[in-house]
């Protein structure tokens, strides 16, 4: 895949890639030049068909000229209003849509630029809250083993993937982790398990040792999404709902991936009947087409921080530059007229058997160790190659030159597609992973 010509070496050194090996790439560049609907396409005009829905963002298929032109139109009208002090009706307007898909009650949203945003301003929501109610000493935070949160100094705090965190110091004093939910005996189930509930009473152990009354949040992927498609195991969620409950811990779901029909309902909160106090979003919220991520808090956490604040002074101490920013508010207004008027949400849950089925048929190839799916997510474990994650790295390398284009977390390839995916796309997808496969 290398390219001949010097000058173009030149000019790739100055962008530094995140997450991403940058003189690997560099030498030998694999490069999208556009896309439209289930498509990317190489600067040669090759189609590679995107089954990782871009990074769990592109729900709707790509380029939809709905959101184009809305945010075309927004930039030729109000391009940018200071979301301190000021606002723009689209705002307002957004956070009144999205409480529309949220779990009833978790009806006011506070907006970032991204999931890791939304995370850091989810823990400060948390801490504020308390605070206001007379308990700041909740300070500790609780998360999982394997957990993805983003890459700010708080979600790297949660995280539970050595990779994301062993760089970086201890973090923040305080984070304690649960045990991911990968038992061996659940290697290739389809959705949820039915071994591992049992797992939720390590957090009632961190009562024990630290105290309840100390405990701020608990934060979980509802599915663990990044590290490659955990489902919950069947009672786990509402085992973790009661502990919190009973030692007034929130409970903050992370649907950056999980939220907007990627598990078959609205969120993963309603795909497994289970209520947090508050949900982190970002990604499909735009369709990917801007930058944009949401907290959704309950209504009496909002309550609690603004009434404890002063009559005309600010009440929470947070927020962005780009907050609420017009031409993301203009992207996600259009994607919820798309997600109203296509049923995106319905097509994910009709289209994830088919799916499903699609996947776990690959159950066969020797190279494969584990598949897990949920709604329209699922992974595919390859045999590790002499160092963890390398044959998963060179299978998305074969893969995009096989014409298809999918995300790795090490040894486990992340299959997302948009919504929007006919059985075509799906048979496509599997058939290029076969083909890909069987050959490792
Ligand atoms: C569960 C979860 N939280 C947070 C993030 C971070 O989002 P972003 O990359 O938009 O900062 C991600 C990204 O994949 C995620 O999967």
Redesign the pocket.
């Given at each position: 895949m290398g390219h001949a010509d010097p000058q173009l070496d030149v000019q790739m050194q100055p962008f530094w890639m995140p997450f991403s090996p940058n003189k690997e790439f560099k030498n030998e560049p694999r490069m999208f030049a556009r896309a439209q609907g289930m498509y990317f396409y190489t600067p040669d005009d090759r189609p590679v068909i995107d089954a990782s829905a871009g990074?769990?963002c592109v729900a709707a298929g790509h380029c939809r000229p709905e959101i184009s032109e809305a945010v075309y139109r927004q930039l030729q009208t109000l391009d940018y209003t200071p979301p301190f002090l000021r606002g723009h009706p689209k705002a307002f307007e957004l956070a009144e849509r999205i409480s529309e898909y949220t779990p009833a009650g978790l009806n006011r949203v506070f907006f970032t630029n991204?999931?890791?945003?939304s995370?850091d301003t989810a823990m400060k929501i948390a801490l504020m809250y308390h605070r206001v109610r007379g308990e700041s000493q909740r300070q500790i935070f609780v998360s999982r083993e394997r957990a993805?949160?983003?890459?700010n100094m708080g979600?790297v705090a949660l995280s539970g993937l050595v990779n994301n965190r062993r760089a970086f110091g201890v973090g923040l004093p305080g984070v304690y982790h649960m045990r991911h939910t990968a038992l061996p005996g659940n290697k290739f189930v389809r959705g949820q398990p039915e071994k591992g509930a049992e797992l939720a009473e390590d957090l009632l152990r961190f009562v024990t040792t630290y105290g309840g009354e100390n405990i701020a949040a608990v934060f979980v992927?509802p599915a663990a999404?990044?590290f490659g498609c955990l489902p919950p195991p069947k009672g786990y969620l509402n085992r973790l709902r009661e502990i919190c409950d009973a030692h007034g811990i929130l409970l903050v779901f992370?649907e950056?991936?999980t939220g907007w029909g990627r598990m078959g309902e609205n969120f993963g909160a309603q795909a497994f009947g289970v209520t947090p106090d508050l949900i982190?979003m970002?990604?499909a919220l735009t369709n990917g087409a801007q930058p944009m991520?949401a907290v959704a808090a309950k209504q009496g956490i909002y309550d609690a921080i603004t009434n404890a604040g002063p009559e005309r002074g600010v009440e929470f101490f947070h927020g962005y530059t780009y907050s609420a920013h017009p031409a993301a508010c203009a992207a996600g207004l259009a994607m919820m007229d798309i997600f109203a008027k296509e049923r995106l949400v319905d097509r994910a849950r009709e289209s994830s058997p088919y799916f499903a089925d699609a996947i776990h048929a690959l159950q066969d190839l020797p190279v494969v160790t584990d598949i897990r799916s949920i709604g329209m997510m699922a992974a595919v474990d390859v045999a590790v190659d002499r160092t963890p994650g390398a044959r998963g790295h060179e299978m998305q390398k074969r893969l995009y030159d096989a014409g298809l284009h999918l995300k790795n977390t090490g040894d486990a390839l992340l299959v997302a597609p948009p919504f929007i995916a006919e059985k075509a796309h799906i048979d496509e997808i599997a058939g290029k992973l076969r083909e890909v496969l069987a050959k490792a």
């Open positions: 990074l769990f991204s999931g890791s945003e995370i993805y949160h983003g890459v979600g992927e999404g990044s992370d950056v991936i982190t970002a990604k991520g």
